[in-house]
């Protein structure tokens, strides 16, 4: 589904990604996991066409990723990204926000119909259907900007730690949902600082240091790996 091949990103002069290779296949959950600073939100934003891409060949179902816009990488290719501080409109309505996830869509009834399918995810929004996104907790809004990601793209998911600030419990409804979302064909790609969730959540792994690819394999294998037992999963 999407394949990466000699990835570059730099800020300036900081060479944040330096020649990374990936694929994920369609219907598969993958993470990214890495020490901070590795380049795993610059690979997420690097997909989303948001980063200084300066070398490299990335395809998504055969089409050239890198000559898309960021808009029309959500809006034709239907590459939805939750990112990091999830960026929702804190004036606007739970359901306010969902529709607006919808923005570039004309299938208007499916668009009604992923709604309420996200309202029975999570029937907290549901619950919080009026009340203004800003006000909400910490979990919730991150369940909305799950469900806004499902509203917006569904072929393509990528997250950035979508279990940051949440308590267990509400990172355990996340990941259901998330999990859920995957059984219904949306692709996962998930960057986590909690390595331990993240290995049991997908099937496939790559691990990034200092912007590149280190190892990659079945999660089962990482999470044998002394090394990254020692590094990543607190011994
Ligand atoms: P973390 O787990 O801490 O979020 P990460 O693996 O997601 O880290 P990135 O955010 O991708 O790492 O950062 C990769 C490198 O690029 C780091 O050295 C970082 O300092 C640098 N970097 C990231 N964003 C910028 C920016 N806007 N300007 C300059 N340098 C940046």
Redesign the pocket.
């Known amino acids: 589904m999407l394949k990466v091949e000699n990835l570059h990103v730099s ?2 002069n ?1 060479r ?2 330096q020649g990374i290779d990936f694929h994920i296949e369609q219907g598969e959950i993958v993470t990214i996991i ?10 997420l ?1 690097a997909i989303s066409q948001v980063a200084n891409i300066t070398q490299g060949t990335m395809t998504f179902k055969g089409k050239d990723l890198r000559s898309y816009p960021p808009e029309k990488v959500v809006s034709e290719l239907g590459i939805s990204h939750v990112p ?1 501080g999830r960026r929702l409109f804190g004036n606007l309505t739970v359901h306010e926000n969902l529709k607006l996830g919808a923005f570039a869509r004309k299938d208007t009834d499916q668009v009604k119909r992923d709604i309420d399918r996200v309202f029975e995810i999570f029937p907290r929004l549901l619950e919080r259907k009026d009340q203004k996104a800003g006000t909400m907790s910490g979990g919730e809004q991150q369940m909305l900007a799950v469900g806004r990601a499902f509203i917006c793209g569904r072929e393509l998911m990528i997250l ?2 979508p279990s940051m600030g949440l308590s267990p419990l509400l990172m355990k409804r996340v990941f259901a949902a998330l999990r859920e979302i995957n059984n219904q064909g949306t692709t996962i790609l998930l ?1 986590e ?1 909690n390595a331990r969730m993240a290995l049991k959540f997908a099937q496939r792994a790559y691990l ?1 240091e200092h ?1 590149h690819v280190l190892k990659e394999g079945p999660t089962e294998e990482f999470m044998n790996d002394p090394e990254v037992q020692k590094s990543y999963l607190g011994g």
Do not use: H, M, P
């Open positions: 800020y300036d900081i944040a990604l890495g020490a901070n600073g590795a380049g795993k939100t610059t690979t934003r990091e950035d730690e960057v600082q990034l912007g």
